[in-house]
């Protein structure tokens, strides 16, 4: 079980850089996969990025890669989503989820464990 906290949302303007901070609890975030996903005013929940258990594979969407950077902290099981070059289309609101089966999956409905979400604001 993982229970994941994001934090460090908030307005930015576009070409600006935020990043998000994932603090969890529980006992198998050192094996699970961690995934960051967001989901925009009228749209699906989709996903952004994903970090293997040691942070050796990560994988993106094609609308973030290049901007954004998925990493993890295991000793602190912390994982984050550096964002730069930010842009309106990006306002959403960010989710950190878990995969306990360590799949590292670009599917939104392989996530079990769910935060609270942040909202980031991309706007002039």
């Known amino acids: 079980q993982v229970y994941p906290v994001e934090s460090g949302g908030g307005l930015v303007q576009p070409g600006g850089s935020l990043r998000l901070s994932c603090v969890t609890s529980?006992?198998?975030?050192?094996?699970?996969?961690m995934g960051w996903l967001r989901q925009a005013p009228g749209k699906e929940r989709e996903f952004v990025a994903t970090?293997?258990?040691?942070?050796?594979?990560?994988y993106y969407a094609d609308s973030v890669k290049g901007r954004f950077t998925i990493s993890r902290d295991n000793a602190k099981k912390t994982v984050y989503l550096q964002m730069n070059s930010l842009k309106p289309e990006d306002t959403a609101v960010y989710y950190c989820?878990?995969?306990?089966?360590?799949?590292?999956?670009?599917?939104?409905?392989?996530?079990?464990?769910w935060g609270q979400g942040t909202q980031v604001t991309v706007s002039s």
């Open positions: 989820a878990a995969d306990t089966y360590g799949r590292g999956s670009m599917d939104v409905g392989d996530y079990e464990y």
């Open positions: 529980g006992h198998t975030f050192s094996t699970s996969a």
């Open positions: 970090i293997n258990w040691n942070g050796g594979r990560t």
